[in-house]
C-alpha cells in the first residue's frame, strides 16, 4: 500500500529505534496488564518463601494488617507458595501500592511512556 509519492505505507512510519520489534501494537496493552500482574504475584510468591518460619509470617501478615485469627491460619497452611501468592490474604498484605512504595516499575507503564513518545 503506497501513502503518496510511490513511497510504500510502512516507510512513511516514523521509526523507533530499540524495542520497535520487541513491543507488540498499541491494541496489545492487556498484555502487559496480564504480565504485572503475574508478576506481582511472583513477587508475593518470593516475599511469601523469604519469610520461612511460621512465626515470621504470622509476625509480617499482623505488621501488614491482617487480623491475627487470618494470619495464624494463612501461616500454618500447608498450601503450596504459588497458591497463597495468588491468596485473598496475602493480595490485601502487600498490595499493588506496596509495590509501588518499593519502586516497581510495571510493564505496562513503562510501555505505555515509551509508546506515547
Known amino acids: 500500500m503506497e501513502c503518496g ?8 512510519e516514523p521509526i523507533r529505534p530499540g524495542l520497535d ?18 508478576f506481582r504475584r511472583r513477587l508475593r510468591q518470593i516475599r511469601w ?6 512465626r515470621t509470617k504470622v509476625a509480617n501478615l499482623r505488621a501488614l494488617g491482617i487480623r491475627a ?7 500454618m497452611s500447608s ?3 504459588w497458591r497463597i501468592a495468588g491468596s485473598p ?8 501500592r506496596y509495590w509501588d512504595r518499593q519502586g516497581l516499575i510495571t510493564f505496562h507503564h513503562a510501555w505505555a511512556r515509551f509508546h506515547t513518545t
Open 89 to 96: 490474604v496475602l493480595t490485601r498484605a502487600l498490595p499493588n
Open 79 to 81: 498450601r503450596g507458595y
Open 49 to 54: 518463601k523469604e519469610w520461612k518460619r511460621v
Open 21 to 38: 520489534g520487541v513491543l507488540p501494537p498499541s491494541g496489545h496493552t492487556r498484555k502487559f496488564r496480564d504480565l504485572d500482574e503475574w
Open 69 to 75: 485469627d487470618l494470619a495464624w491460619q494463612w501461616g
Open 5 to 12: 509519492h510511490g513511497v510504500p505505507h510502512h516507510a512513511a
